[in-house]
């Protein structure tokens, strides 16, 4: 049974540019998050879904960013316009049942932003 | 702030011996979590314990609680060089539907 799926799994933009970051959670799983780890800030929770709708984006840094849950099945994690402060890796983390229950997490992906 | 702060920060120990990491919480919890994480990898989750419980056993891992002392410890048997990972402790912070993850302890195996 695949994991949660992320990509992609290395991004290197220049200052100003759009990304997005893709996820798919496990099959069956109905809660989504979005972290952000750095060296500096640790593992940060972002944003959570719960099917398919935004709980919590109290982690969201500031208006640059912004996720969608369009169906069960992918969540994307938009950065626009991108600075060099956003490089991190971004983890999408999925589980069964509640966010307190046990978290499956992707491979992540580490973005560059120059 | 952090929920939970793992101690210590690193932690280099010889293959066969013991490894004792420790984390704080400052909130009342429902569970606490310990997960891991390998370098340039995602977080795989290793042990969930309920406030009401106060040992829980894996393998070669040994997870303890201690809710009056908001605190917990991780203890891994006969180490191997595959346990060189970072380790973090999470808690739901008094119920939340989400994890806070402390800052981690990295756990360096020499062989």
């Known amino acids: 049974d695949a994991g949660v799926i992320q990509s992609p799994r290395h991004e290197v933009t220049e200052m100003g540019q759009e990304v997005t970051l893709r996820c798919k959670p496990i099959?069956?799983?109905?809660?989504l998050f979005w972290y952000r780890q750095t060296m500096m800030r640790g593992l940060e929770l972002l944003i959570y879904?719960?099917?398919?709708?935004?709980?919590?984006d109290s982690g969201m840094p500031e208006d640059r960013f912004s996720a969608k849950m369009p169906n069960a099945s992918f969540s994307t994690l938009k950065i626009q316009p991108s600075e060099p402060r956003d490089s991190a890796v971004y983890f999408c983390a999925s589980t069964q049942g509640t966010g307190a229950d046990t978290q499956y997490f992707g491979p992540g992906t580490r973005l560059t932003v120059l | 702030s952090q929920q939970g702060e793992e101690d210590p920060q690193a932690l280099s120990i010889q293959e066969g011996e013991n490894a004792t990491m420790n984390c704080s919480y400052k909130?009342?919890?429902?569970?606490l979590q310990w997960y891991r994480q390998n370098s340039g990898r995602g977080l795989v989750h290793l042990i969930l314990?309920?406030?009401?419980?106060r040992e829980k056993h894996s393998g070669r891992l040994r997870v303890t609680l201690d809710t009056s002392k908001k605190s917990s410890s991780l203890l891994i048997t006969a180490s191997r060089a595959a346990d060189t990972a970072s380790y973090f402790c999470?808690?739901?912070?008094?119920?939340?539907?989400?994890?806070?993850f402390g800052q981690g302890t990295r756990l360096t195996i020499n062989p």
């Open positions: 999470a808690t739901d912070k008094g119920g939340a539907q989400k994890l806070v």
């Open positions: 879904f719960n099917n398919n709708v935004p709980i919590d």
């Open positions: 909130t009342s919890i429902n569970n």
């Open positions: 099959s069956g799983h109905n809660s």
């Open positions: 314990i309920r406030s009401n419980e």
